[in-house]
């Protein structure tokens, strides 16, 4: 199991934005028009008691590493010297929640969290529908669990404040999460004339560390409002119906020797790269070597490792019509390598499926012909008896 542990600490008086310009926190104001029905009382409740709890940043490359998420933990941290605060880094850069709904059962779970923050409005483009069936999944698995997290969504964006509320934000409201919007705060600075964005971030998403600082604001304002209600715990309430579907609610990675392969597949090592997704991957470069897999699932996909080296795969559900994927691309040319779960079917009728995945000849671009297989994705609204 993978993951990721950081704790450091930072000074929250100012912000040194501008060269020669220090910026105070401006209030940040949150949408009057929303009451959520969800707070974070049971979460200081056992702070202030000095019970250890757990922090959690999920999301994409925004919220990994030391940023805005861990910056709040570290606050928390420093407000409650006696208590012990541990932050767990359950992010993962270039990756929406249909890549990550499927490992939370590896990755997020087991660290029982009692906080969590939710960021996904821009990694949720891509596989739009897909994505909001995701990220329903993934708070429902948080909720229905024994040690249920009180649970914040967080809205960021590009450097024009491009981002993707339609279906986030309707979600976060349906169970009435607790939400800040921290790219709001900050274009008030920015209109302000107080911050450029050059100055903040990196690139056109991705904030330094004065930019994380600054979308921490929102959130540690939050935080310091929650804390009040330590004293009278609200009642946790029941948790709603799904917003999307039930179906990913009990998504699952399912290790790959689960499958059927023959002597043209051997077991390898996980690179780097694919051992944060997986724990066993299976690799061929032979032309026509063939993977099945049978699961009682209405979703069915793989977790396929993308490099320079890599062949094109064909694929199948259920006997039918194959379809061609190309794995490597112009991004692996460059020497890119990273892991990519492919969902070939979804909403298929309830019952036993069969995947099956065939080796194709490589892109003429591509150094080899490799087709590297770490699991498999599956999900069913309803599981199998046990």
Same mark, same amino acid.
């Given at each position: 199991?993978?993951?990721?542990?950081?704790?450091?600490?930072?000074?929250?008086?100012?912000l040194v934005t501008m060269p020669g310009v220090v910026v105070a926190a401006e209030e940040y104001k949150s949408d009057p028009g929303y009451k959520p029905t969800r707070d974070l009382s049971q979460f200081f409740a056992k702070v202030k008691a000095g019970r250890s709890v757990t922090v959690m940043g999920i999301g994409g490359s925004v919220t990994e590493g030391h940023s805005w998420a861990a910056m709040s933990a570290e606050w928390l941290q420093k407000q409650y010297p006696n208590t012990h605060i541990h932050y767990v880094d359950g992010a993962f850069g270039g990756t929406g929640p249909d890549a990550v709904v499927f490992r939370f059962r590896r990755d997020i779970l087991p660290h029982h969290p009692d906080l969590v923050f939710i960021e996904y409005t821009v990694n949720s483009y891509a596989k739009h529908d897909i994505n909001f069936k995701a990220l329903d999944g993934m708070v429902l698995q948080l909720l229905r669990q024994w040690q249920k997290p009180d649970i914040v969504f967080v809205y960021v964006g590009n450097d024009k404040g491009e981002r993707d509320l339609s279906k986030v934000q309707p979600l976060a409201r349906h169970y009435g999460f607790q939400e800040v919007d921290p790219r709001k705060h900050l274009q008030t600075l920015i209109d302000a004339g107080k911050v450029?964005?050059?100055d903040i971030a990196r690139d056109r998403i991705h904030p330094n560390e004065k930019g994380h600082a600054i979308y921490a604001e929102p959130l540690i304002q939050l935080l310091k409002q929650q804390a009040a209600l330590a004293d009278r715990p609200t009642p946790v309430p029941p948790v709603p119906p799904p917003y999307a579907s039930e179906e990913w609610a009990h998504a699952a990675l399912v290790p790959v020797v689960a499958a059927h392969y023959g002597n043209q597949w051997k077991a390898v090592k996980p690179s780097p790269w694919g051992e944060r997704f997986w724990d066993e991957m299976i690799e061929s470069d032979q032309v026509g070597a063939t993977v099945? #897999?049978?699961?009682?699932?209405?979703?069915?996909? =793989?977790?396929?490792l993308i490099a320079n080296d890599c062949g094109n795969i064909a694929w199948s559900i259920?006997?039918?019509?194959?379809?061609?994927?190309?794995?490597?691309?112009?991004g692996t040319v460059q020497g890119g390598m990273w892991a990519s779960n492919s969902i070939f079917a979804s909403d298929l009728p309830a019952g036993e499926h069969?995947?099956?995945?065939?080796?194709?000849?490589?892109?003429?671009?591509?150094?080899?012909?490799?087709?590297?297989?770490?699991? #498999?994705?599956?999900?069913?609204?309803?599981?199998? =008896?046990?």
């Open positions: 199991m993978m993951y990721r542990v950081a704790i450091a600490w930072a000074c929250w008086a100012t450029r964005w050059q099945t #897999f049978t699961a009682n699932s209405t979703t069915i996909g =793989a977790y396929l259920d006997g039918g019509k194959e379809t061609e994927l190309m794995l490597a691309n112009w069969t995947l099956k995945i065939t080796v194709k000849p490589k892109w003429e671009k591509s150094t080899g012909n490799f087709v590297r297989i770490g699991g #498999f994705c599956v999900a069913n609204p309803k599981p199998a =008896a046990k």
